[in-house]
């Protein structure tokens, strides 16, 4: 592979990586020095990889000039350097040489320890989501504003303001007491669900996926379930959902990039080791006590991994919506248990249930209702939808609604 190819994959890749474990081991208040010296190493990499050629191992290669370049930073700042010395415990006194450890394990560490501290309750769920997707998944300024549908000044006001306030909070990037982890730990994994969701429902670039937010979000959750502090039933359930919904991403777009609904897409298209990944983290999810709305989420995708129109499927979609909505009420679960509601009852019901939700700024919902209301009263259909294309956000979504339009009969 060619550098000018290789580097963005590696920058992806491994800037994550180098930012977490120097960023452990200054401190989180010098977290731009730790950025810094990630992309002065990419820089050189790009210099020099394009007149000497791709060494033989690139991760390599960039690992020994990271560790290099934060020497040189320890070098010339005498103060900084002892700082760092009393922070690293397991030097001696007499220890000449601050060892930079960029082990794999060290890495896992440190990027899940830095999930940890960028997850903490003072800064806001935004912040968190934000700072995620800048330290442990390598997005640029402008990618994080494209996710949130701002600017590239808000975000960097944002990151800022986040950034204080953990060194303000003078939070450390450690794990959490075995006291502590487990509420620490819900901050965590709903952050990892705003992130997929993020991607997964995006409303950026016009796209119908971003399918990178949703792969890192299920990176980061992987690294959870494979260290024992955190591998916890709703971990496993989360990423359980998450493995489901990314076994039909290729069947949600056609070869054009054009949306494909549920009901029109291939099942040959879905991917079973995924689907089969999910059905094994929803069984490690299945020991303990305690019920998460991971769990429940989790077993309704379940059930949509099989495209059977059958009464079964939807009585028990129907049921883990109520169980849903008794623990953690949200209007797109309520508009979601209508639509369910509707397969089990019929439209006239799920109508007058939907129609109690009152979600009159949400498109979602005047959609349903179009739906819903089709073959029974067509001109309340087309009323319906037309109020839902006025209020969707994204050519997508027009299509998708203009097409329901077309479709009533006459």
């Known amino acids: 592979m060619a550098s000018e190819e290789l580097i963005p994959h590696l920058f992806r890749t491994e800037f994550t990586k180098i930012t977490a474990v120097l960023c452990k081991m200054f401190g989180i208040e010098h977290v731009e020095l730790a950025e810094d010296i990630a992309s002065e190493t990419f820089l050189s990499a790009l210099e020099t990889w394009s007149y000497k050629g791709v060494p033989p191992n690139p991760v390599a290669w960039l690992y020994a000039v990271a560790k ?13 350097r002892k700082k760092i010395e009393q922070q690293v415990k397991h030097l001696s006194e007499s220890s000449e040489e601050i060892e930079i450890d960029l082990s794999q394990k060290n890495i896992t560490d440190s990027q899940l320890q830095m999930l940890f501290a960028i997850c903490h309750p003072s800064i806001s769920t935004e912040a968190q989501i934000g700072l995620a997707l800048r330290l442990l998944c390598g997005f640029g300024i402008e990618e994080i504003a494209n996710a949130f549908l701002s600017n590239k000044e808000t975000i960097n006001k944002r990151l800022y303001r986040a950034k204080e306030k953990l060194q303000q909070q003078k939070v450390q990037i450690e794990f959490p007491s075995e006291k502590e982890i487990s509420n620490r730990l819900e901050t965590v994994l709903t952050t990892l669900y705003l992130l997929f969701n993020e991607g997964y429902y995006s409303e950026s670039q016009d796209v119908v996926l971003r399918e990178d937010l949703c792969f890192e979000a299920m990176r980061l959750s992987y690294l959870l379930v494979e260290n024992e502090t955190t591998n916890m039933p709703n971990v496993n359930a989360l990423l359980s959902l998450m493995c489901f919904h990314a076994s039909r991403f290729e069947a949600r777009k056609d070869k054009n990039g054009k949306p494909v609904l ?4 291939d099942e040959k298209r879905w991917n079973t080791e995924l ?8 069984n490690k999810a299945s020991t303990g006590n305690t019920i998460s709305k991971y769990h429940l989420e989790a077993s309704i995708a379940y059930w949509h991994t099989n495209k059977a129109d059958t009464k079964e499927k939807w009585e028990s979609i129907l ?12 209007p797109v679960a309520a508009l979601n248990r209508t639509f369910a509601l509707s397969k089990v ?10 129609e109690k939700l009152q ?6 919902y005047y959609t349903l209702l179009g739906e819903l209301y089709k073959n029974i009263d067509n001109t309340k259909a087309k009323y319906n939808l037309e109020k839902a294309y006025a209020l969707a956000k994204t050519q997508t979504d027009k299509q998708i609604i203009r097409n329901n339009i077309a479709s009533l009969p006459l």
């Open 359 to 364: 979600l009159i700024n949400n498109h979602y």
């Open 275 to 282: 689907i089969n990944k999910g059905i094994f983290f929803l």
């Open 262 to 265: 549920y009901e029109e897409q």
């Open 68 to 80: 290099n370049k934060a020497k040189n930073v320890l070098t010339r700042n005498n103060t900084f």
């Open 319 to 330: 049921q883990l919506y109520n169980r849903l909505l008794q623990m953690e009420y949200s």
């Open 345 to 354: 009852h019929g439209q006239k019901p799920a109508i007058a249930e939907a």
